[in-house]
């Protein structure tokens, strides 16, 4: 949901859950803007242990004999995820194995940009691959999506009020010198 009254960090947080353990918690923070939108998505973020020690107790408590993939928001980027994740992912799914231990490791961040126009149309249209490409290609990008249904009304696509969202790009995040 857009809003511009929430003002904190905007965590997101996905979950693997197998047999009532959670066992794969990645997080993606969102940096806020303004009018309700975010200026960019920092993904495989460290989160506050007691913030994720809360998920972890309710799903113990409540939810024993759960098993569950919620791909979200993160499965957006899994070249950013450790080798193995998508066969983790499909073992998790089917109740046959935990992600293995070289899975949990998040070394890889990232970015994610999104880009807001004003929705002057009343239907979007895509960008022609080649010119996509172009764009991927010349600023060094693992990818450039386009989140919305081609053909589909405006009205029917999530965006903030006034706002269309236009595209995703994303990009690794180095640090150090």
Not at 40 to 60: A, M, T, W
Not at 112 to 138: L, T, W
Not at 142 to 157: A, D, I, K, N, W
Request: with cysteine; aromatic share 10%.
């Amino acid at each position: 949901m857009w809003s511009e009254l929430l003002r904190a960090y905007h965590i997101s947080t996905d979950l693997g859950i197998l047999n009532g353990k959670a066992v794969w918690p990645p997080h993606t923070l969102g940096v806020l803007s303004d009018r309700g939108t975010f200026d960019r998505r920092e993904v495989n973020v460290s989160v506050p242990q007691q913030d994720v020690k809360g998920l972890v107790d309710f799903i113990e408590l409540h939810l024993p004999d759960y098993a569950e993939i919620h791909l979200r928001f993160t499965d957006q980027w899994p070249n950013l995820c450790p080798s193995g994740f998508l066969n983790a992912v499909v073992g998790l799914d089917q109740g046959k194995r935990c992600p293995s231990d070289e899975m949990m490791i998040y070394d890889t961040r990232g970015f994610s940009v999104v880009m807001f126009g004003a929705p002057q149309r009343r239907v979007v249209g895509k960008a022609r691959d080649a010119i996509i490409e172009a764009i991927r290609c010349s600023h060094s990008l693992y990818s450039v999506q386009m989140p919305f249904t081609e053909g589909l009304p405006v009205r029917h696509h999530s965006h903030p009020p006034g706002l269309i969202s236009l595209q995703l790009s994303m990009a690794p995040i180095y640090f150090g010198a």
